[in-house]
């Protein structure tokens, strides 16, 4: 069980488009999914956290109008790196929890985005 | 200084070897302590949950937790080749919307 998929694992795309990247809970209802960025021997930077139904929440620092995340069922959340630049690229990995106050996280496979 | 220190190695060690795996934190409000392995280019899998201080064992993985000194530790016996990995702690508040802090990660090798 606890089973998270992303999609897609990898993409490629030009400076100045747009990407979108899902995240889905297999096997279980996600009340709240995160979103992480990891950049190369690095650890997990979260980005935002999204309720289902409601407005994500965003880090310090993060923009939230380049990132765009929407969270409209309990499987389903999705992040869209607007107008990416180079400096987008990275991997960016999601994670669900349940709907129990001591579930953990679990997380997604990632999905490598390189910006040309 | 960062919530969550994590020494980033890398840790060598021969295939069969007691590895031991430590984290130290500054935030005495953590109450879940967890312990991920992420594999080169994928995402971190959960590998030990717990909940306050105390011992857990998995298998050939035991993770223990010392409130007291803010410092927690993940044992893996017999150690494998497949072993071969980064290893995340991480760490949370109680609260509904777990939002997790993580160390910068362990790098093991585990060799043939």
């Known amino acids: 069980g606890a089973v998270v998929s992303q999609h897609p694992s990898r993409v490629i795309c030009k400076s100045g488009t747009s990407v979108k990247i899902e995240c889905r809970s297999l096997?279980?209802?996600?009340?709240?999914m995160f979103w992480y960025r990891q950049f190369p021997k690095q650890s997990l930077m979260l980005m935002a956290t999204?309720?289902?139904?409601?407005?994500?929440?965003?880090e310090q620092g993060v923009e939230k109008d380049k990132f765009l995340i929407n969270h409209a069922s309990l499987t389903l959340s999705t992040l869209t790196v607007t107008s990416a630049h180079p400096e987008d690229s990275s991997f960016y990995i999601c994670?669900?929890?349940?709907?129990?106050?001591?579930?953990?996280?679990?997380f997604g496979p990632g999905t490598r985005l390189t910006v040309l | 200084q960062k919530e969550v220190e994590q020494d980033p190695g890398p840790l060598s060690v021969p295939e069969g070897a007691i590895v031991s795996l430590n984290c130290t934190y500054s935030?005495?409000?953590?109450?879940?302590f967890m312990w991920y392995r992420q594999y080169s280019r994928k995402g971190p899998e959960l590998l030990m949950y717990?909940?306050?201080?105390g011992n857990k064992e998995d298998g050939r993985f035991t993770a223990q937790v010392d409130k007291s000194s803010k410092y927690i530790s993940l044992f893996i016996r017999d150690s494998q080749p497949s072993d071969s990995a980064t290893y995340l702690c991480?760490?949370?508040?109680?609260?509904?919307?777990?939002?997790?802090?993580f160390g910068t990660g362990t790098k093991l090798q585990v060799i043939p």
């Open positions: 994670s669900a929890s349940g709907q129990s106050t001591t579930d953990t996280q679990y």
């Open positions: 096997d279980f209802q996600a009340t709240t």
């Open positions: 999204s309720n289902e139904g409601s407005k994500a929440t965003y």
């Open positions: 935030n005495s409000a953590f109450q879940y």
């Open positions: 717990t909940y306050s201080s």
């Open positions: 991480a760490m949370s508040e109680p609260g509904g919307y777990q939002k997790v802090t």
